[in-house]
Structures are given as C-alpha cells and as structure tokens.
C-alpha cells in the first residue's frame, strides 16, 4: 500500500507569513499532483510535478518534487487570507494513471 | 482542464433507500473514473475504479453491494448507495481521465445525508 503524509495537519498563521507543507511517502511516484479544495468542493488542481528535482511556481506557490520522487513540498509566501482551505497531495504511478493515493491533508487558515 | 460534472450537489434521503450519483465528464471522454469518499476534515479516499464497459475494481473493505458502481458510457459512471443507512453519510468525489498517462480531473462532489 502507498502512504502519502502530509504535514503538518492543521496550520493558522497570520496573513503576510510564509509556510512550507511537506508530502512524504516510502514510496516511487511517477508523477505528484497538489489540490486545493474549499469546503463542499470538489478538489481543485495546482500543480504536477513529474520529474525528480523539478521545481514549478504558481505565483505565490513553489512546488518541489524530491529527487527520489518520493516525497514534496509546497511552500507559500505571503499568505493571504484567501489561501485558506484544505491542501492535498496525491501520487500516482504509471501502472495506475489518474488513480491517486492522497495524502491526509493541511488545512490552512490565513487570518487576516 | 477538463470538466467533470456531478448531480447532484447534495441529497438527503431515508435510511432504508437507495441514491444514485451520476458523474459526467462534460468535454472529453473518460476511459477511467474513480470514486473517492471524504469525511469531514479528512483526506480523500478511493472507493473504487470504474472503466467503461467493464465491472468496477473495488477497494479492500468497500462494500461491491452496497456501492453499486456502473460505467455505461465514455463520459459517464454512476454511483449507487442501495439501502443507504446513516453511517453512509458522506462527501462522494469522482474524477475522471481520458488517457493511460493522463491526470485525472475532479467533479464537485456530492453530499449525501441519510436520515
């Protein structure tokens, strides 16, 4: 079985800070995908990363795939209020294209 | 990306009956869907894998009889809670892919409440 663990679990930090969510497994990834889901929503995709070491940046939002392609990072800077919501990891392999094994979940709450 | 559609958005029904969750992708055709359940505050996960014209793969401890999974069509799958009980309460996701390497792309969910 592929575990994915996020941490940490619960993060409220004030707007203006920055804070980093790290996704760990034992396991090989082909790709890794971060979500972002609001509450009675459907997850919402950020990002994939596929290559070890590759590092992807949505504005605010840097993305880093480990080496080993095992584990992740997703650092934001600046948060604002309106990143609060839940952060969601999933990997997924080859054998089992766009099947996901998801990670527990960070949620964030940025106040203002 | 992609859209994928789910209906409803939220049901409540009695316990005893059954409810049918239909998930559509809207503009490309699905070969896979999978089935995720969420409950509050906690991650997703996977129920099981429906490719169309085949019977679903169902996950270690997923009920095949309860959640009656059918994928007629290249965009759409539907899911059945039969005899829905309160415990079955639940945030139901689907997401969809249309190729072997693709990434798959979420409905909105649907939220059910059995009463």
């Known amino acids: 079985t592929q575990l994915l663990e996020q941490s940490p679990q619960f993060l409220s930090i004030q707007e203006g800070e920055n804070l980093t969510v790290y996704c760990n497994s034992s396991s090989v990834f082909s790709s890794l995908q971060w979500y972002r889901q609001e509450p009675g929503e459907g997850p919402v995709l950020l990002v994939t990363v596929v290559t070890g070491g590759e590092v992807k940046k949505l504005k605010r939002l840097t993305f880093q795939f480990g080496d080993a392609r095992k584990d992740s990072s997703l650092h934001i800077t600046a948060a604002q209020p309106g990143d609060t919501g839940l952060y969601l990891c999933?990997?997924?392999?080859?054998?089992?294209?766009?099947?996901?094994?998801f990670g527990d979940g960070t949620t964030l709450t940025v106040k203002p | 990306g992609a859209v994928v559609s789910q209906h409803p958005s939220w049901v409540i029904c009695k316990s005893g009956t059954s409810v049918k969750i239909e998930c559509r992708s809207l503009d490309f055709q699905a070969t896979t869907m999978f089935w995720y359940r969420q409950f509050p505050k906690q991650s997703l996960m996977l129920m099981a894998t429906s490719n169309e014209g085949s019977k679903a793969t169902y996950e270690q401890g997923v009920e095949k009889d309860k959640f009656l999974i059918n994928h007629a069509s290249l965009t759409l799958s539907t899911l059945t809670v039969t005899s829905a009980h309160p415990e079955d309460s639940s945030f139901y996701i689907c997401?969809?892919?249309?190729?072997?390497?693709?990434?798959?792309?979420f409905g909105q969910g649907t939220r059910l409440t059995v009463v």
């Open positions: 999933a990997g997924s392999t080859n054998t089992n294209a766009g099947k996901s094994t």
């Open positions: 997401s969809a892919t249309d190729r072997a390497e693709g990434e798959a792309f």
